[in-house]
């Protein structure tokens, strides 16, 4: 009898000691210590003028571990940042335009390493400018290579906007993203501007994700925010994210402000609402949409259970583990990308390649995958945490700092091991 106990006993003990270590992870992440310490950064962000408002959520192995929203979502109208507060997301909008692309990569309909112009005829026989001649005329010569989907999935199609070649000028005046434009009028413009560089040679930041959107739109032979919305939004529940923001959910549109050294001024709401207050030709695949932090958080949930959220699959975990693979060894140079960290970049996503060398650099966990959008934004994955964090705020210019100081809350002090 006193064996038995005993060893009742024991396997107790064993099975309390074994629940401890499977744990949630957010008991070693997110603690009472970590909850305290990103509160007190959030009301920084207002206290030092950064932002107006600020939001965050963050869950880990399926359970929120943490919100707060401070200040203002409009600071004039004296509305609160809150939970449903609808923000612009900007970039954020192209990791969900990665998926429902992707939605077609799995269905068979391309290959990553096809030609853009065996779907898109009108980017075959592309140029490239190699310098200006005495006159100011650009100096071309054919591309290399074609250019493939992989390339518009991470930035190195050649696509650029340089200055020194003249790009700048001829891109403005194609005016490609009018919102009076369909994307198949900013394909037909774009496939006439020459390239900067040679397929697959620079990663260089822009219009490819427009792109994808337009492939997209002529893969599944539908609107593509219609296709969107029915791959992507309406499985996974996300009613508040959309280009099209209803006039009687517009009171829950954060403001935008602008920051100087010394104060926030606000952005006039028709210079930055205006794609989302009525029913433009333009979808662009790159930025447009706003979302709730709820909805965002949904998305990203969606991403670290692998493809799947709440019974609902988007995409196979094999496609997921592709785009959170950092496809970007052999390209030669990557302009601001390593401001993000130790990173590569997969499809859509920047991805964490080695953790942080010292405490000046951006905090995160190797194989996490994530981005941001031009308002200050950020959201990302931590796969090895089974962790996910949105952070809403709404500023211009980008705010490196305001991701530095709450990867910091999040993660703590900087080490030097790999966390």
Known sequence: ?????????????????????????????????????????????????????????????????????????????????????????????????????????????????????????????????TALDESGEMILQPANRPITIADITRHTAGFSGRSDLGLDKVTAEADLLNLENSLTDMAAKLSKIPLGYQPGQRWEYGISVDVQAYLTEKLSEKPFDEYMREIVLNPLGMTETGYFVPEENRGRVAAIYYKTDSSLTRVPDEQVHTINY?????????????????????????????????????????????????????????????????????????????????????????????????????????PKNELTAVLFVQVFPFQGIVHKRFRDAVYGSFESEEM
Request: with cysteine.
């Open 1 to 129: 009898m006193k064996k038995t106990s005993f060893a009742l006993l024991i396997f107790t003990l064993l099975y309390a000691c074994q629940q401890n270590t499977t744990e949630s992870t957010s008991d070693v992440i997110v603690n009472e210590a970590t909850r305290q310490r990103i509160d007190s950064t959030l009301q920084s962000f207002i206290a030092d003028s950064l932002v107006a408002g600020a939001s965050a959520l963050i869950f880990a192995q399926g359970k929120e571990v943490y919100f707060n929203a401070v200040g203002y979502a409009d600071r004039e109208a004296k509305v609160p940042m809150a939970r449903n507060t609808i923000v612009t997301i900007y970039s954020m909008t192209k990791p969900i335009t990665g998926v429902t692309l992707m939605s077609l990569y799995e269905k068979g309909a391309f290959n990553l390493d096809d030609s853009l112009s065996q779907y898109a005829p009108e980017f075959a026989n592309m140029q490239v400018v």
């Open 278 to 382: 009525d029913h433009w030709p333009m979808k662009p695949g790159g930025w447009g949409l706003k979302s709730t932090i709820d909805d965002y958080m949904t998305f990203a949930q969606m991403l670290v259970n692998k493809g799947t959220y709440k019974g609902t699959t988007i995409l196979q975990p094999e496609t997921i583990q592709l785009m959170a693979t950092n496809h970007l060894p052999a390209v030669e140079d990557s302009l601001w990308l390593p401001s993000k960290g130790q990173v590569g970049f997969g499809i859509d996503f920047a991805v964490r390649t080695a953790p942080p060398k010292s405490k000046e650099e951006m905090n995160g966990t190797v194989g996490e995958f994530f981005w941001d959008g031009a308002a200050s934004t950020l959201f990302w994955v931590d």
